[in-house]
């Protein structure tokens, strides 16, 4: 073989190495890719304003959770780049204890805050590792804009194109029904938005009975013309034609919304159209980095930013969470999870599926260190990279403003969407104050109320944790802040039913241990319009014959609006 036919066929092989990476080209020309496009449509789910308009308000609605209080778009919020903006890496409202069930270790992931554990009758069940506080996901949720070009979605791709009847098992979807598949799967989870054992029933049945976006403070005009007073069997009827709320027709009618949700109006889209001064050029150096050194574009690939494959990088130790294996129980899957599209990653921190890392930057160093932890199933591609202060800086003016859709930032266009009630004023939640009184066991009793307490709530739920196990307990509620015209200080309560108390009694507080005592109240609110607006406040004592002086322990109090 000759040197010059050596050289030739090497260089061929070359060629052909590079041509078989997803790699983006580096400017506009031949292989740059195109402007985003609308995603796939399965012909089982058409394309109509009815089924997008009913799954943008089933998509914003807390009412769909069991406790009213998590809607889809809690988690999913457009002006944080899709994801959750409640997830911190600070404090517990977003920590969860990883596999060793102990907080503050090196294995906490930092998740999405779903709903307070309970019962199949909606009371309060006592948590292992959350008590009686709000449960938080061990995952970080995914963005949603980009969900609809998936083939398997959620981190370990557990839901498929496959989309099978809850009901019936039937296959309504063989193929491209991964949204379908997913958007199911929260309303039922006891974690993210349903409790235990809860059905499609005690979905259809709170659907029936609810006011399309009842608990919404602020709706964007076209949603509010486009409900114009009609209940959900209503709005059911004009989508699929009759008033039955099924939970095929109810993931048909998210995922619709979801199509419409695709980001192709970012700066990078603008330059795989042809105008290369669309990006400036630190962002052109950074893509030079991005395609080339940073070796991003390998799984981050195409105009979709993403192979949709399944990789291990070194996050966390494989064990820690053993993410696609659990699907496949395929040994090469341990600890594997989804590439993410990197379309509007700059809101979206913090980042991993642990939420692990708090900015792009600290992203960017993970992959130029090679990543933390190695196990052999681990990307080959994982490696460290050297690149430069300049290098990483130009990497990270890339990821910012070329691949943000500013209709995301500004929730404009399709991003428009109503606010939450756990985004509104305070005034609209119930709010504690005051501190308790330690019960015998030294326990200091604590009030558990997140649930909204507006005019027409058939069950407002209120508990106690962190008292004495199997003393009776009650909570007084009054609309007199002062408790009867004594003030809760914390020490002494003057129970004076002439003064317009109510008191909601529990017999037996559950629990065995010390401290564990807890229980639930709930009440319907009357629909009654002169109420709107009217506080009222409540505190639970527990009749636990504590020290002499003290006639009982107490919890902190609640105020809350009737609205």
Not at 101 to 109: E, K
Not at 165 to 177: E, K, Q, R
Not at 512 to 541: C, E, K, L, M
Request: glycine share 10%.
């Amino acid at each position: 073989m000759s040197a010059t036919y050596l050289r030739s066929l090497l260089g061929s092989l070359s060629a052909f190495a590079l041509a078989s990476l997803p790699v983006l080209a580096q400017g506009p020309g031949p292989g740059t890719p195109p402007p985003l496009q609308p995603p796939p449509v399965p012909p089982q789910n058409q394309l109509t304003a009815a089924k997008t308009n009913l799954g943008r308000v089933l998509f914003w609605d807390e009412q769909l959770s069991s406790s009213k209080t998590i809607a889809c778009g809690t988690c999913h919020v457009p002006t944080e780049g899709g994801s959750d903006p409640r997830t911190s890496l600070t404090g517990m409202s977003t920590r969860h204890p990883g596999p060793d069930n102990l907080f503050n270790t090196p294995d906490d992931s930092f998740g999405s805050p779903g709903v307070a554990h309970m019962a199949v009758n909606l009371d309060f069940v006592l948590d292992p590792r959350f008590r009686l506080g709000t449960q938080v996901t061990n995952r970080k949720a995914q963005p949603m804009h980009m969900a609809a070009y998936s083939p398997n979605l959620f981190w370990d791709g557990r839901a498929s194109g496959n989309f099978v009847d809850p009901l019936t098992n039937n296959v309504i979807i063989p193929g491209g029904g991964a949204l379908e598949s997913q958007s199911l799967g929260p309303i039922l989870s006891s974690v993210e938005m349903g409790h235990e054992g809860r059905t499609w029933a005690d979905v259809t049945s709170r659907l029936t009975t609810s006011t399309p976006l009842r608990l919404s403070p602020q709706i964007p005009a076209s949603i509010s013309n486009y409900i114009n007073g009609r209940s959900y069997p209503q709005l059911f009827t004009e989508a699929f034609g009759s008033p039955d709320i099924t939970p095929v027709r109810i993931a048909f009618a998210l995922a619709t919304y979801q199509r419409s949700l695709w980001t192709g109006q970012a700066p990078i889209d603008a330059f795989f159209g042809g105008q290369p001064g669309a990006l400036t050029a630190q962002e052109l150096a950074g893509q030079n980095v991005f395609t080339g050194p940073g070796r991003c574009a390998i799984c981050h690939a195409g105009n979709q930013f993403t192979n949709n494959t399944f990789r291990y990088i070194g996050v966390r130790p494989q064990n820690d969470d053993l993410g696609r294996f659990l699907v496949t129980n395929n040994p090469a899957d341990r600890g594997s999870m989804k590439v993410p599209s990197l379309r509007n990653v700059e809101q979206r921190g913090p980042y991993f599926h642990n939420g692990g890392k708090a900015t792009l930057e600290d992203v960017i160093n993970f992959y130029n260190a090679g990543g933390d932890f190695n196990a052999p199933n681990k990307d080959p591609n994982i490696i460290p990279l050297g690149l430069s202060v300049q290098q990483r800086a130009d990497l990270a003016a890339f990821l910012r403003r070329p691949l943000t859709d500013p209709r995301m930032v500004n929730g404009s266009g399709p991003f428009e969407r109503p606010l939450l009630n756990s985004e509104a004023n305070p005034g609209r939640l119930p709010v504690a104050f005051g501190t308790g009184t330690l019960s015998s066991q030294g326990f200091l009793p604590l009030i558990q109320a997140t649930q909204p307490a507006f005019v027409g709530n058939d069950r407002f739920a209120v508990g106690i944790d962190r008292a004495t196990p199997g003393k009776t307990a009650g909570l007084l509620i009054s609309e007199n802040p002062n408790f009867g015209g004594v003030p809760f200080n914390g020490t002494t309560i003057f129970l004076d039913l002439t003064q317009g108390f109510q008191l909601k009694r529990i017999p037996a507080l559950s629990g065995v241990n010390p401290g564990d005592g807890h229980g639930t109240v709930s009440f319907a609110i009357p629909n009654d319009p002169t109420r709107v607006g009217v506080p009222f406040y409540a505190q639970f004592i527990v009749l636990d014959n504590p020290q002499p002086g003290v006639r009982f322990s107490a919890t902190q109090a609640i105020s809350s609006l009737r609205f």
